[in-house]
């Protein structure tokens, strides 16, 4: 597809036309279409029935770039599929507990049965009290349809879930910018950059709650941005009630409490920047406040079985300050926003160096720089001018996922240790999972700084001396970028993974995209960007599919000899073979594993009454390697362990002869 198709722009012809607002305008504030700068499609053809200019007849409506995306994003999985060893959003805690406990819940629900209780874990337990499974989550049912109704392996449950709810966030994603006035050809492709974000691709593959998360939020926000520019429409009332509940009906509590807060940050600052009267301003907060009390009452039906439920577990009480910013995102991490780092020597998210965790096709900091002191200057000018509104509100997005990200970073800042002490937000866990909804609320300002940016060239475009001036700062821009770039990746360390063919293409990519972006006013560049997105998106699919495994299958030997004392009996899983663990198995395992039981917010077993955990076994978390069985098994250390109990596959000769050779009898 050519870049001018891409683009939807027409290059010829001086005059560029300012499109029609973007969706209805209900007061004289709302921010109108970005221009598409070019004339009817049909006089830069051939002629009417061309295919240049039905390609750009399709262009100019937003349907075409919703079915692209979905297109694109399907694209991308595939090529990752292709270059990953282990293609797979089965991994690690979604291995152990979100797929088997989903398709429990959600198997009871097309069974017949409100799914209420669970008697395959910690003696049985509420699936209301302890939501993570989504009990009442209507996707995650229409997921386990598909996949049961198709006959495909679990394998498939988190990856239709995954994929679903990545097509629904950058359609959110494209719809939101074209709410605030961005042309379609960014808004693609900051949709496409903003699924392509390391800590998204990476994190599903193991938490699959992020996806929803990423799905729901920017139809959230477009809910509010609509609600605040006045609108009365039923419908945006309502995405804005269903966005919030949604989240809540993920059922991770911590994540619905930053969404809220995220949704929070940005309506504030939103009806501050806008240009209504006091009294509009009072007007418009209020109907927001009553969509949102709607939300929490129909929230409150999945969240308040947790809160009565957890007052008798390990949750009731706050964890140490050391475990409150535990695992916090660096400052040097951070720096992964401008290119794809592939740091993996410490294996996880937020540990030195991990940049590829943020990377999101390194357009965000150049559009977030460079946008930002374009609205720097026209604050200066203090003209009324839509570009003006467009900073204004790019710079409400930028500073809730600045606010998000300061979270975010934990121990290296002091003020996330300040809120250590509130109620409820003391007992999460994990800093850095404030990512999950700073990274979006950062990419969509940096959206709109690349559109301030093509709008300042088209509208200087002549021969003069200040436009010549400006081409010449924005080459030194691009140019200083790669080389930062460069030297960034030279510390530390692209050559573990970059022999990776896709990956490389990735990479390769990610500088392509660092020197094109000062130039996002030029539609051929504006293809070149949209085909960079996708192999950037392509690099981090197989990042994330080769290093989620990688986190599983690291030695456990440490992680079981630091157990909590829990009682007389303890239980060691043997099992050689993972494929060969269904549903119902994996839940007993995950069960005898205890994934958890050494943390205050462990997704299991701090969701067990207390007295549970007097008989409960040990936390071992994950299925060790078959060497370390063949030496752990005759030795004393399990004795030391008091592990009288190993749960093992029936008709396994090895195993069986392993068992024996360790005293161990088998019972059925």
């Given at each position: 597809?050519?870049?001018?198709?891409?683009?939807?722009?027409?290059?010829?012809?001086?005059?560029?036309?300012?499109?029609?607002?973007?969706?209805?305008?209900?007061?004289?504030?709302?921010?109108?279409?970005?221009?598409?700068?070019?004339?009817?499609?049909?006089?830069?053809?051939?002629?009417?029935?061309?295919?240049?200019?039905?390609?750009?007849?399709?262009?100019?409506?937003?349907?075409?770039?919703?079915?692209?995306?979905?297109?694109?994003?399907?694209?991308?999985?595939?090529?990752?599929?292709?270059?990953?060893?282990?293609?797979?959003?089965?991994?690690?805690?979604?291995?152990?507990?979100?797929?088997?406990?989903?398709?429990?819940?959600?198997?009871?629900?097309?069974?017949?049965?409100?799914?209420?209780?669970?008697?395959?874990?910690?003696?049985?337990?509420?699936?209301?009290?302890?939501?993570?499974?989504?009990?009442?989550?209507?996707?995650?049912?229409?997921?386990?349809?598909?996949?049961?109704?198709?006959?495909?392996?679990?394998?498939?449950?988190?990856?239709?879930?995954?994929?679903?709810?990545?097509?629904?966030?950058?359609?959110?994603?494209?719809?939101?910018?074209?709410?605030?006035?961005?042309?379609?050809?960014?808004?693609?492709?900051?949709?496409?950059?903003?699924?392509?974000?390391?800590?998204?691709?990476?994190?599903?593959?193991?938490?699959?709650?992020?996806?929803?998360?990423?799905?729901?939020?920017?139809?959230?926000?477009?809910?509010?941005?609509?609600?605040?520019?006045?609108?009365?429409?039923?419908?945006?009332?309502?995405?804005?009630?269903?966005?919030?509940?949604?989240?809540?009906?993920?059922?991770?509590?911590?994540?619905?409490?930053?969404?809220?807060?995220?949704?929070?940050?940005?309506?504030?600052?939103?009806?501050?920047?806008?240009?209504?009267?006091?009294?509009?301003?009072?007007?418009?907060?209020?109907?927001?406040?009553?969509?949102?009390?709607?939300?929490?009452?129909?929230?409150?039906?999945?969240?308040?079985?947790?809160?009565?439920?957890?007052?008798?577990?390990?949750?009731?009480?706050?964890?140490?300050?050391?475990?409150?910013?535990?695992?916090?995102?660096?400052?040097?991490?951070?720096?992964?926003?401008?290119?794809?780092?592939?740091?993996?020597?410490?294996?996880?998210?937020?540990?030195?160096?991990?940049?590829?965790?943020?990377?999101?096709?390194?357009?965000?900091?150049?559009?977030?720089?460079?946008?930002?002191?374009?609205?720097?200057?026209?604050?200066?000018?203090?003209?009324?001018?839509?570009?003006?509104?467009?900073?204004?509100?790019?710079?409400?997005?930028?500073?809730?996922?600045?606010?998000?990200?300061?979270?975010?970073?934990?121990?290296?800042?002091?003020?996330?240790?300040?809120?250590?002490?509130?109620?409820?937000?003391?007992?999460?866990?994990?800093?850095?999972?404030?990512?999950?909804?700073?990274?979006?609320?950062?990419?969509?300002?940096?959206?709109?700084?690349?559109?301030?940016?093509?709008?300042?060239?088209?509208?200087?475009?002549?021969?003069?001396?200040?436009?010549?001036?400006?081409?010449?700062?924005?080459?030194?821009?691009?140019?200083?970028?790669?080389?930062?770039?460069?030297?960034?990746?030279?510390?530390?360390?692209?050559?573990?993974?970059?022999?990776?063919?896709?990956?490389?293409?990735?990479?390769?990519?990610?500088?392509?995209?660092?020197?094109?972006?000062?130039?996002?006013?030029?539609?051929?560049?504006?293809?070149?960007?949209?085909?960079?997105?996708?192999?950037?998106?392509?690099?981090?699919?197989?990042?994330?599919?080769?290093?989620?495994?990688?986190?599983?299958?690291?030695?456990?030997?440490?992680?079981?000899?630091?157990?909590?004392?829990?009682?007389?009996?303890?239980?060691?899983?043997?099992?050689?073979?993972?494929?060969?663990?269904?549903?119902?198995?994996?839940?007993?395992?995950?069960?005898?594993?205890?994934?958890?039981?050494?943390?205050?917010?462990?997704?299991?077993?701090?969701?067990?009454?207390?007295?549970?955990?007097?008989?409960?076994?040990?936390?071992?978390?994950?299925?060790?390697?078959?060497?370390?069985?063949r030496e752990l098994l005759p030795s004393h250390l399990l004795r030391g362990l008091n592990v009288r109990y190993a749960t093992a596959p029936l008709q396994n000769a090895e195993i069986d002869g392993w068992l024996r050779s360790a005293g161990f009898r088998r019972e059925r």
């Amino acid at each position: 597809m050519s870049s001018r198709a891409l683009g939807g722009e027409a290059l010829r012809g001086k005059a560029t036309s300012r499109e029609a607002t973007t969706h209805e305008a209900t007061t004289h504030e709302a921010t109108s279409g970005a221009p598409e700068s070019g004339v009817d499609s049909e006089r830069t053809s051939s002629g009417p029935g061309s295919l240049r200019a039905r390609l750009a007849r399709a262009a100019s409506r937003d349907v075409f770039w919703y079915l692209l995306l979905a297109a694109v994003l399907l694209a991308v999985e595939l090529l990752g599929a292709l270059g990953s060893a282990a293609y797979s959003y089965d991994h690690w805690d979604n291995f152990e507990f979100y797929t088997p406990m989903i398709a429990a819940a959600h198997g009871q629900l097309l069974g017949g049965e409100l799914p209420l209780w669970n008697p395959h874990q910690h003696l049985g337990e509420s699936f209301l009290a302890n939501p993570q499974m989504g009990t009442f989550y209507p996707p995650y049912t229409l997921a386990y349809a598909v996949v049961t109704g198709l006959g495909l392996h679990w394998n498939w449950l988190c990856g239709l879930i995954f994929f679903s709810h990545l097509c629904l966030g950058a359609a959110g994603s494209f719809a939101m910018l074209r709410q605030l006035g961005v042309r379609r050809s960014l808004c693609f492709i900051a949709a496409l950059g903003l699924c392509s974000a390391g800590y998204l691709r990476t994190g599903a593959t193991f938490w699959i709650f992020y996806a929803p998360t990423f799905g729901w939020l920017p139809w959230t926000l477009l809910a509010a941005a609509r609600l605040l520019d006045g609108s009365r429409s039923f419908r945006h009332g309502a995405l804005l009630v269903a966005g919030l509940t949604a989240q809540a009906y993920v059922g991770h509590p911590q994540i619905l409490v930053y969404v809220w807060l995220t949704v929070g940050l940005f309506c504030v600052g939103y009806l501050l920047v806008g240009t209504q009267t006091g009294q509009a301003r009072l007007q418009r907060l209020g109907a927001l406040g009553l969509h949102a009390g709607c939300a929490l009452p129909l929230s409150l039906l999945t969240m308040w079985p947790v809160f009565v439920h957890s007052r008798n577990t390990l949750r009731k009480l706050p964890m140490s300050f050391e475990d409150f910013v535990r695992i916090s995102v660096s400052p040097v991490g951070t720096l992964g926003m401008l290119l794809p780092g592939y740091g993996i020597r410490d294996g996880f998210v937020v540990r030195e160096p991990v940049s590829y965790m943020l990377h999101q096709a390194a357009w965000v900091l150049p559009g977030l720089l460079l946008g930002g002191w374009l609205w720097l200057q026209l604050e200066r000018e203090r003209q009324a001018t839509p570009e003006r509104l467009l900073g204004r509100r790019a710079a409400v997005l930028a500073l809730t996922g600045a606010v998000l990200m300061v979270f975010a970073m934990g121990r290296y800042l002091k003020v996330y240790g300040w809120t250590y002490g509130i109620p409820v937000w003391s007992s999460f866990r994990y800093p850095h999972k404030f990512l999950s909804v700073a990274l979006p609320c950062l990419g969509l300002a940096a959206a709109l700084g690349l559109e301030l940016l093509a709008r300042r060239a088209e509208r200087g475009a002549d021969a003069s001396l200040a436009a010549r001036r400006e081409l010449r700062w924005r080459a030194y821009a691009a140019g200083a970028s790669v080389l930062l770039a460069l030297a960034i990746g030279m510390v530390i360390g692209w050559h573990e993974v970059v022999w990776q063919p896709v990956v490389a293409l990735g990479l390769v990519c990610g500088l392509a995209t660092l020197a094109l972006t000062p130039f996002v006013q030029l539609p051929a560049v504006r293809g070149a960007l949209a085909l960079c997105g996708v192999g950037s998106a392509a690099g981090m699919v197989v990042l994330g599919q080769t290093f989620a495994p990688y986190l599983i299958d690291e030695p456990h030997a440490p992680a079981s000899a630091r157990y909590a004392p829990s009682g007389e009996a303890r239980i060691l899983p043997v099992h050689v073979d993972r494929r060969r663990y269904d549903i119902y198995p994996r839940l007993l395992y995950q069960s005898a594993t205890m994934l958890g039981v050494d943390s205050v917010t462990g997704c299991t077993t701090t969701m067990a009454p207390e007295q549970y955990l007097t008989y409960l076994p040990s936390n071992s978390r994950g299925l060790l390697t078959e060497e370390m069985y063949r030496e752990l098994l005759p030795s004393h250390l399990l004795r030391g362990l008091n592990v009288r109990y190993a749960t093992a596959p029936l008709q396994n000769a090895e195993i069986d002869g392993w068992l024996r050779s360790a005293g161990f009898r088998r019972e059925r």
